[in-house]
């Protein structure tokens, strides 16, 4: 063995020390759950009585799993229905490259009686309304530009604006840079994708039916207990590119995890986008990056994170924060306005004109969900989506130079079957690192469009993934024998070097 791969075998030893010796974080909850028990918290899938509200024992039980760890506790959780927990052991996971899954901390999520979590309810409610509104139209459709005009108003909306107003420009968009330019939808989730000798169009299937569920109160007690409604009929003879937020919310109902970033690569490595200034094989006189710093080791990086993200924001859910999905959040909002319950909810979403909309629209003050089951059986925050986003966007945006203005944007046509070519005054604003954002939003909003997520589970959970991806590709380029230093912006606009 040579000394410079005895020197790359130590570097990678002192990699895997250096993630010994992260700082253990403080793993802090928002307290409600002390505050507010029974009511503040997810319960969804375990036996709840007639106001939606969680059978207290029941709730213990899953309290004494997660603390304990044991196999036989999980096995003694009582479920209401057929449907089952999803994976809350997968928080305790280890993974042996990049930051342990409890390595790594998000902050506690909004509270249920906070001004933060009425205005991102709100978001939610006027999502549910604008969900068959196409993107193109957002800047001329009544109902959006109610949404902004409500959104703005609120004491503590933290979604993007300009000049501290939300508009019919910025709503129901994504916080990092890059999403604020251009078509709504990212280049990403429109071009076609060269995939070996094949190109697949990105025409999404769509739906038979398209309506909203679980606004009747029997229906969305039934599934709060684990109810397995039918799926809704899918159409697979009309497809056509992501048009409306249900379109969105249709393809993050079936999408494998990373598939929007592998599909994003591919497009990129299609085109031969620059790489990056720090890949090594830039300045190489007679050698090619292939197994290292070349496609194969992109198309394994960018999936590989994906499982890495679940199992840390699979501890966030399960172990710290256990926050109520928006539809348990809409049941206690219907039965304080009916009258049946008190509960301690900021009253800001109690008044708005989203939540009278909708109770115009269907007779209950229930959050229209775009699923027939609703959100999974998981709770909230972070959301899985966004962190699996996050990390995958990060792992691309420090393999290419983010700089780069993607040639040729392309938008849906009116009828949504065919792409045109976008010539908005903003079109050389559309870079790699700017689409890549906007596509992590498109994807983790996508939830929150469909009602099963919160601005926040987005939010922090791009984030959470980001830190995933940072110690992954520090541990790759410790493994490897070039001399790499590769550069990425962060969500938050800082640069770093890996």
Not at 334 to 359: M, T, W
């Amino acid at each position: 063995m040579t000394d410079r791969r005895f020197a790359a075998r130590d570097a990678r030893i002192r990699a895997a020390e250096v993630e010994f010796q992260r700082p253990v974080p403080v793993q802090a909850a928002n307290g409600e759950e002390t505050d507010h028990p029974f009511v503040a918290n997810y319960s969804k899938a375990l036996p709840h009585n007639e106001y939606g509200e969680v059978d207290p024992a029941a709730y213990r039980l899953l309290r004494r799993a997660l603390a304990t760890g044991s196999f036989e506790d999980f096995e003694r959780i009582p479920l209401g229905g057929t449907r089952k927990l999803v994976n809350p052991q997968a928080g305790l996971a280890f993974d042996p490259e990049g930051p342990d899954a409890q390595a790594l901390s998000i902050p506690p999520a909004p509270r249920i009686d906070s001004a933060q979590n009425s205005a991102e309810a709100v978001e939610l409610y006027w999502m549910a309304l604008c969900r068959d509104v196409p993107f193109t139209e957002f800047g001329d459709n009544e109902l959006v530009g109610e949404a902004a005009t409500e959104l703005s108003g609120l004491a503590d909306f933290r979604g993007p604006g300009q000049h501290g107003t939300v508009t019919a420009r910025t709503v129901f968009r994504g916080d990092t840079r890059g999403d604020l330019a251009g078509p709504y939808v990212s280049q990403f989730l429109l071009r076609d994708v060269p995939f070996g000798t094949l190109l697949v169009p990105q025409r999404q299937d769509t739906l038979v039916d398209p309506v909203d569920h679980l606004t009747a109160w029997d229906e969305w007690l039934a599934v709060q207990n684990g109810a397995e409604p039918a799926a809704d009929a899918r159409d697979f003879a009309l497809r056509r590119y992501l048009q409306t937020p249900r379109d969105l919310a249709h393809y993050v109902h079936y999408d494998a995890l990373y598939q929007a970033y592998l599909n994003a690569a591919l497009i990129l490595m299609g085109m031969k986008a620059p790489v990056d200034a720090g890949n090594p094989y830039n300045f190489s006189r007679n050698q090619i990056g292939f197994g290292t710093y070349g496609d194969p080791h992109l198309l394994t990086l960018v999936t590989e994170v994906a499982t890495r993200a679940l199992k840390a924001v699979w501890f966030q859910k399960w172990y710290v924060h256990r926050r109520l999905r928006p539809e348990e959040f809409g049941g206690r909002v219907h039965q304080q306005l009916c009258g049946g319950r008190e509960y301690p909810i900021d009253p800001a979403v109690l008044e708005s004109a989203a939540v009278k909309r909708v109770f115009g629209r269907y007779g209950s003050h229930l959050l229209p969900q775009a699923f027939p089951e609703g959100s999974p059986t998981h709770p909230a925050y972070g959301a899985g989506h966004a962190t699996v986003a996050g990390a995958c966007v990060t792992v691309l945006k420090a393999w290419f130079d983010e700089s780069y203005v993607l040639p040729d944007p392309v938008v849906p046509t009116t009828d949504g079957m065919a792409l045109e070519p976008y010539d908005g005054a903003d079109a050389d604003r559309l870079t790699v690192g700017g689409e890549l954002n906007k596509a992590a939003a498109n994807i983790a909003i996508g939830r929150n469009m469909a009602g099963v997520h919160w601005r926040t589970d987005y939010s922090e959970a791009v984030r959470l993934g980001e830190e995933i991806a940072i110690g992954v590709l520090r541990e790759a380029k410790e493994a490897t024998l070039e001399d790499a230093v590769l550069t990425l912006s962060r969500f938050d606009g800082t640069t770093i070097a890996v």
